[in-house]
T-cell receptor
Framework: EPEVTQTPSHQVTQMGQEVILRCVPI?????FYWYRQILGQKVEFLVS????????KSEIFDDQFSVERPDGSNFTLKIRSTKLEDSAMYFC????????????FGPGTRLTVL | LAKTTQPISMDSYEGQEVNITCSHN???????ITWYQQFPSQGPRFIIQ???TKVTNEVASLFIPADRKSSTLSLPRVSLSDTAVYYC???????????FGTGTRLQVFP
């Protein structure tokens, strides 16, 4: 069964540093998402990406965040200057494109900001 | 987006059938009902989706009454590995952002 992969599985960084989280979507999927989940809390939507541009973003997704598909396959989330409160699990999800197609989630990257 | 309400937690024993009910009084005419499962430290996983009446797949069944203001996820003969958080989501397209609530934490005991 095809799956979404994410790297790294765990990232530890110092406050103020930049991090890049990577996702490899399922081949031929067209819609991409980033979600995050702070420990013990709900899964929260960050951003959706379609046709090489952001289609929607949440209030969480401020100027410190950016997304791109640098090589047409990887889908990345960059946090420019990490804060303590950015510590969370970050999940990438992808959808083939049909309105009833399910969202496939990756295993997540645990980001720890010290 | 329709707001959903589900029990915070449920306990069960191995081999029992578990029914988790979700209330969505403000569901729109074209909205679908989708359930996801999440194990600790893993991403959510799609379980089942339906619009009305009953839907069954290899994992679960979804019962939706005629007024569609609620739905029930039924897990037959649960095992320890079914211990997880189960989320009910209501929306039009799966290509839209998913809005997760707090879900129902199911604990299965031996």
């Amino acid at each position: 069964e095809p799956e979404v992969t994410q790297t790294p599985s765990h990232q530890v960084t110092q406050m103020g540093q930049e991090v890049i989280l990577r996702c490899v979507p399922i081949s031929n999927h067209l819609y991409f998402y980033w979600y995050r989940q702070i420990l013990g809390q709900k899964v929260e939507f960050l951003v959706s990406f379609y046709n090489n541009e952001i289609s929607e973003k949440s209030e969480i997704f401020d100027d410190q965040f950016s997304v791109e598909r640098p090589d047409g396959s990887n889908f990345t989330l960059k946090i420019r200057s990490t804060k303590l409160e950015d510590s969370a699990m970050y999940f990438c999800a992808t959808v083939a494109g049909g309105p009833r197609d399910e969202q496939f989630f990756g295993p997540g990257t645990r980001l720890t900001v010290l | 987006l329709a707001k959903t309400t589900q029990p915070i937690s449920m306990d069960s024993y191995e081999g029992q059938e578990v029914n988790i009910t979700c209330s969505h009084n403000n569901i729109a005419t074209n909205d679908y009902i989708t359930w996801y499962q999440q194990f600790p430290s893993q991403g959510p996983r799609f379980i089942i989706q339906g619009y009305k009446t009953k839907v069954t797949n290899e994992v679960a069944s979804l019962f939706i009454p005629a007024d569609r203001k609620s739905s029930t996820l039924s897990l037959p003969r649960v095992s320890l590995s079914d211990t997880a958080v189960y989320y009910c989501l209501v929306g039009l397209y799966n290509t839209d952002k998913l809005i997760f609530g707090t879900g129902t934490r199911l604990q299965v005991f031996p």
